[in-house]
């Protein structure tokens, strides 16, 4: 996972500005939201484990994308040390956090030794109807998924001033040398809609999965475009 955490420290040293849009989506935290997970090619939420089904719209709280160190004991988070992508501060060397004794560390079910500090990214996403979720990850896949994400984000969203990024989940898979067919997280981004717009009846799709278990993207509108992609008059997306 080195090379994502060099990737990571590259993006938080170079970004040169900050978007107003940006700006404003800094206060977004994980008050209030249920975590999402990833398993076995199914997003996951709540306490029951219910299926968010793949296709299914979010609004992606970009600006609030949290990326850093967390240290785990038992099972219990004793230390944050993750903060917000756009504050562009160095992520701290992994033998610098302290914890190197690998006898003290905790074993998983595997019977491996497992590092107290993960490097992790957390993701806001929300719904129609304002119910956030949290995607918080530590594993190659999800970080690659965001990390993809973030790359796409980053080409448009200076031509998309004051709008929200639309997601779809979806998911794909590689064949791992020891433990077969692995699959991985993707969120594709799909539309842009104007957050500001409120009303009481929801920005149509958004939540709604495709008929197709891995749905194509929509086509992005063209950055060129000075026509901004707002939602009909009396429609809203989730507002972070």
Do not use: C
Not at 5 to 19: H, P
Not at 59 to 74: C, H, I, Q, T
Not at 132 to 144: E, L, P
Not at 168 to 194: C, M, Q, S
């Amino acid at each position: 996972m080195s090379d994502i955490i060099e990737q990571t420290q590259s993006a938080l040293t170079t970004q040169t500005d900050i978007d107003p849009y940006v700006a404003y989506g800094l206060k977004a935290g994980t008050a209030g939201g249920q975590y999402l997970s990833f398993k076995n090619g199914e997003f996951l939420y709540g306490q029951n484990a219910s299926v968010l089904p793949l296709g299914t719209r979010l609004a992606a709280n970009m600006a609030g994308l949290r990326v850093g160190w967390r240290k785990w004991r038992g099972g219990t988070l004793e230390d944050d040390l993750t903060v917000p992508l756009v504050e562009r501060r160095p992520v701290e060397a992994r033998n610098a956090l302290g914890d190197n004794d690998r006898s003290l560390w905790d074993r998983g079910t595997d019977g491996k030794e497992r590092d107290p500090w993960q490097f992790t990214n957390i993701l806001e996403l929300a719904d129609a109807d304002g119910q956030t979720f949290i995607y918080s990850t530590g594993s190659k896949g999800g970080i690659g998924a965001i990390a993809a994400l973030s790359a796409e984000y980053g080409k448009q969203y200076r031509q998309k001033p004051g709008l929200t990024p639309i997601i779809t989940l979806g998911n794909d898979y590689y064949i791992h040398p020891e433990y077969g067919k692995t699959y991985v997280p993707r969120f594709e981004l799909v539309d842009w809609a104007a957050p500001e717009a409120a009303a009481d009846d929801d920005f149509p799709g958004l939540g709604e999965p495709s008929a197709s278990p891995e749905p194509k993207p929509a086509p992005v509108k063209a950055a060129a475009s000075t026509a901004p992609a707002t939602p009909p008059a009396g429609k809203r997306v989730p507002r972070f």
